[in-house]
């Protein structure tokens, strides 16, 4: 059990009495720091969380958004990567299951998935090759069977995760605004518990994940069953639609006890339960496993007895088990109860809300020992090192990775995954567009603007397909929160993307923190991960490959940022000099203008410029459009006497790459001369090579089948072949 | 409304029931393509329940049917509702399964064959060309032979099996219906649909309602179009 000290002297403190072993049990799993949020709750609360389109409501576990015409789309962002660093594919799936049950409480059909998944150096680390392709076994198993399309998401290699694996999944919900579950409750309705039975798998699963990954504790893990998640779908959806479900809520980590105190809490209301009633998986459970096992696919719902018997009819329909747990009392009181015997009597807020601690922070030591400059050998071939760096695993196809995911399914994929942002449509006639982004490498080197430009370059995808960013959700993983320089880091993360949420006026519609993300070699690197929603109206924008004289333009500044770029980690194997920084009005100015292009059907495509550089964005627009260029990179808007080597691998923010028709290339020029935004066209597309030109020299020049090659075949090769 | 073979206006109300067990996932994608796009009146049918006698062609569509649990289709192919799409292919009412749909096909036994784990071991979802090889079909009468139908594909175990006996009277009864263009999945001879003898059977791994709509197509969405116009063609409804 994980209670601390000082958390055992202040239940003594409020109850007064000796608490029974199921209470300790309850409360530890609650107050574990996955479930109690105990070491950020204080500071989350500097998020902006309210907005226009913000819908919130009591109890809702994912955020709802409206987006016109009667619709909403939910959203929800978890991660699971303890479990998953010990068994990555039960681990990932469950993620899958988790998130999807969040936004399926609120009355919402998930329509979409995305993941982040990060694994240490899968090049020369075969273990964190075993991780990585189980995982994606895993959220591919899950997400198929369950008709969800995986939409997109990231993979992202780095030592700082050996050993140990980051399984993040984001999921989107989508639904009538008039069918939202609006939790209430009242005396004498019933508690009911529907799914998957309850077993000794996930025993303390959220107290596992709230400490550092040490030994291999197998029962704390859970196993996962789609094919029992689909049938809860479709049977919440038909309950929904009878107007069966008060209010609801799904079990995830700390299993009946956190559900029941936390809708307990938050509908003011008290609840009492038999665990004798709980439909099991094996006989012999005791009590307190009841209580705490994690097992997978329940949801709680609370519905009143007139409506039980449609509720138990739509259950049997689809064969899922449904057992009457207890009733809703006034009291306010969680009372946990065997047969006649009382094994809990607790007050529901007193669980739910662990007493908050206000962590320790000091600046990190080694960022002071950080080396500010790489010295590079001046003459390199910038040819083979572009080459290198697109079949290198961070920046190489993921068409192995998506190509597992069902992403079709649903009909909805109108941008499919493997570029920017994916788009889906909605049933309302708009379409909306969703991104997850996260960058380790430059979050170390300082979390706060390495977290701003996560959630810049979310925004960047989003806009990329025309949309305009209406809600985020993020997902701050960090070390362990004792630690006073990983607590440092993770305010700093928070501060910053709480400024630019401000800014840019983007509500923070949900979230997750997961800290004690510890490998046996040391604490992860800072990784926050931002989603980025987005909706464009009418029409989708959809990227038509550049043809022979279309043209190349870049919007916004090249900067003096290497550090952190693929260029310094992969091909220098440097860590250190200045991470990128975003500057928040030439961004503002950026996406506005690159939307107005949009908007009047003045681009072709638009495409973010982030890991690699410029020169691995163009490369990609060619590698995809089957078409050469031919550009000069003298003209680009930079500081004076930047090297070569920084404008092309500097992954400095706020960049776009356009492809122009020649006809519209005059406007394009006028538009952003006028609107004073930073922008050069750079050159023109033609044949069969890349050509880099630097007073005019060739500086690089390589074929784009070479380049094809080394982009789709770079990932592939090493996960076919080992 | 329709022209009978006499003159007289009459009304058919033609019916196209699209089978839902559980785990089917892709039900209400084909749902929307029958009614929404191809204007067909369309009904769910849960597979505990029977299917009318005066149906006129019905759909089972993709998913995962009791979760692939054993193998793909196995137990769906024991849902009771198989017995009434028995009764109906002997009367030779048009049946196409897709994906999931065509494995529960085959595990009845209505379609020859099996669905073997594609030869890459994983789930596969990409888009791919289909060549159509049979267009005498109620599925494909509206397309010409040999005729190109970009869609995509997504399953695990697709990879379409006969032995050598079967397949020679695969060809003898014209019952290949399409084969990939490429190299996909190791199905044998690169099949991707088959029918029964009698042709009114169709089953295919590619998924024609992803397909068939312009916003979701990429590519080109009047072959696949044509699928589910042939289907209108056949029940001889005019719109």
Not at chain 1, 37 to 61: Q, R, W
Not at chain 1, 364 to 386: A, F, G, H, M, R
Not at chain 1, 576 to 600: E, Q
Request: aromatic share 8%; charged share 25%.
């Amino acid at each position: 059990m994980s209670l601390q000290k000082h958390e055992t002297k202040h239940i003594q403190d409020v109850l007064k009495r000796k608490l029974t072993k199921t209470e300790l049990q309850i409360i530890a799993a609650e107050w574990s720091e996955h479930c109690s949020y105990k070491s950020s709750k204080k500071h989350l609360k500097m998020l902006p969380t309210t907005g226009l389109n913000v819908i919130s409501e009591k109890g809702y576990d994912s955020g709802v958004l409206d987006v016109g015409g009667g619709y909403v789309v939910t959203v929800h962002i978890e991660s699971h990567n303890h479990p998953s660093a010990v068994e990555p594919f039960g681990g990932a799936a469950t993620g899958v299951g988790g998130v999807i049950r969040d936004i399926l409480s609120t009355g919402t059909r998930p329509i979409a998935i995305l993941d982040g998944l990060r694994f240490g150096d899968i090049e020369n680390d075969t273990h964190a090759r075993w991780l990585f392709k189980n995982a994606v076994s895993g959220i591919a198993d899950y997400g198929n069977c369950l008709g969800i399309p995986t939409i997109g998401g990231e993979v992202e290699f780095d030592d700082s995760y050996k050993g140990y694996a980051l399984v993040d999944v984001a999921a989107i919900g989508f639904g009538k605004k008039n069918r939202l579950i609006k939790n209430h409750a009242c005396k004498g309705d019933l508690v009911v518990l529907i799914g998957g039975s309850t077993g000794r798998d996930g025993i303390g699963g959220s107290q596992f994940a709230s400490d550092s990954l040490e030994g291999e504790d197998r029962s704390a893990i859970q196993i996962p069953d789609p094919f029992i998640e689909k049938l809860i779908i479709e049977t919440i959806l038909e309950a929904r639609n009878e107007n069966c479900i008060n209010a609801m809520k799904d079990l995830g980590g700390g299993g009946l006890s956190c559900a029941v105190s936390e809708i307990a809490e938050s509908l003011g209301i008290g609840i009492e339960l038999d665990v004798n009633n709980v439909h099991t998986r094996e006989s012999g459970l005791l009590p307190d496993e009841i209580m705490i096992s994690e097992s997978q696919e329940r949801m709680l719902i609370i519905t009143s007895k007139q409506k039980l018997p449609k509720l138990r009819q739509i259950c049997n329909k689809f064969r899922v088990t449904c057992s009457t747990i207890g009733h809703v009392k006034n009291d306010k009181m969680m009372h946990v109860k065997k047969a006649k015997k009382t094994l809990a009597l607790l007050p529901a807020e007193f669980v739910a809300r662990a007493p908050l601690l206000d962590r320790k922070k000091t600046k990190p030591k080694y960022l002071l020992q950080i080396k500010k400059e790489n010295k590079v050998k001046k003459t390199l071939d910038y040819s083979k090192i572009i080459l290198k760096l697109l079949s290198s695993p961070n920046i190489a196809s993921k068409h192995w990775v998506f190509q597992q995911y069902d992403h079709e399914v649903g009909i909805r994929t109108v941008v499919k995954p493997g570029f920017d942002a994916s788009v889906l449509r909605l049933d309302n006639g708009k379409f909306l567009s969703a991104k997850i982004d996260g960058n380790p490498k430059h979050c170390y080197l300082d979390p706060r603007q390495g977290a701003i430009g996560c959630f810049e370059e979310a925004c960047r995808n989003v806009i990329c397909t025309g949309a305009n960013p209406i809600g985020m959700v993020d997902h701050l993983q960090f070390g362990n929160p004792e630690d006073p320089e990983i607590f440092w880091t993770f305010m700093e993360s928070l501060e910053g993307l709480t400024e630019y949420a401000k800014f840019l006026r983007i509500p923070c519609v949900g979230g997750k923190v997961s800290f004690y993300n510890e490998t046996p070699s040391g604490p992860i690197k800072p990784t926050p991960l931002i989603g980025v929603l987005g909706i464009k109206d009418k029409t989708p924008f959809l990227s038509v490959s550049p043809n022979n004289d279309d043209y190349l333009v870049v919007i916004g500044d090249t900067k003096d940022e290497l550090g952190g770029s693929e260029y310094f980690e992969y091909i220098h194997r440097f860590i250190g000099g200045v991470c990128p920084r975003v500057n928040f009005t030439d961004s503002k100015i950026n996406m506005l203008a690159v939307l107005s292009l949009i908007k009047n059907k003045l681009v072709k495509s638009v495409h973010d410029c982030s890991k690699g550089g410029l020169s691995i964005a163009l490369s990609e627009l060619s590698i995809f459009g089957n078409i050469g260029c031919t550009i000069d990179i003298e003209k680009i808007p930079c500081e004076e006497n930047l090297s070569s080597e920084k404008i092309l691998f500097s992954e400095s923010h706020s960049r776009y790459l356009l492809v122009i028709n020649k006809k519209n290339i005059e406007k394009v020029n006028h538009i952003l001369s006028k609107k004073k935004i930073a922008f050069a066209v750079l050159g023109k597309y033609s044949g069969d090579q890349i050509i880099i030109k630097h007073k005019s020299k060739n500086l690089v020049k390589f074929r784009i089948d070479l380049a094809q090659k080394r982009y789709f075949n770079g990932l592939e090769d090493l996960l076919k072949h080992g | 409304m329709c022209i009978n073979f006499i003159g007289e206006i009459i009304n058919i109300i033609v019916k196209v029931g699209v089978i839902v067990f559980p785990g089917s996932n892709c039900d209400r994608d084909m749902f929307h393509v029958l009614s929404d796009v191809f204007d067909l009146n369309t009904q769910y049918y849960w597979h505990e329940k029977g299917l009318p006698n005066n149906i006129d062609a019905v759909v089972l569509p993709g998913g995962f049917s009791y979760g692939d649990r054993l193998r793909a289709g196995v137990i769906a192919a024991h849902s009771p509702v198989i017995n009434d799409v028995k009764k109906l292919a002997n009367k030779g009412i048009p049946i196409l399964g897709v994906c999931n749909g065509f494995q529960i096909l085959v595990e009845s036994n209505l379609l020859p064959g099996v669905l073997l784990k594609n030869e890459s071991l994983n789930f596969m979802c990409q888009w791919t060309n289909l060549i159509v090889k049979n267009n005498k079909t109620p599925f494909t009468n509206k397309l010409q032979l040999n005729q190109k139908i970009p869609i995509p594909i997504a399953n695990g175990e697709g990879r379409y099996y006969v032995d050598s006996q079967l397949m020679h009277d695969l060809k003898k009864h014209n019952q290949i219906v399409f084969a990939y263009e490429d190299y996909v999945n190791g199905s044998v001879e690169q099949i991707a649909g088959i029918c029964n003898e009698d042709g009114n059977v169709v089953g295919m791994m590619p998924h024609p309602e992803r397909a068939a709509e312009k916003l979701i197509n990429p590519l080109d969405n009047k072959p696949s179009s044509l699928i589910f116009e042939s289907l209108i063609h056949t029940l001889g409804v005019k719109n």
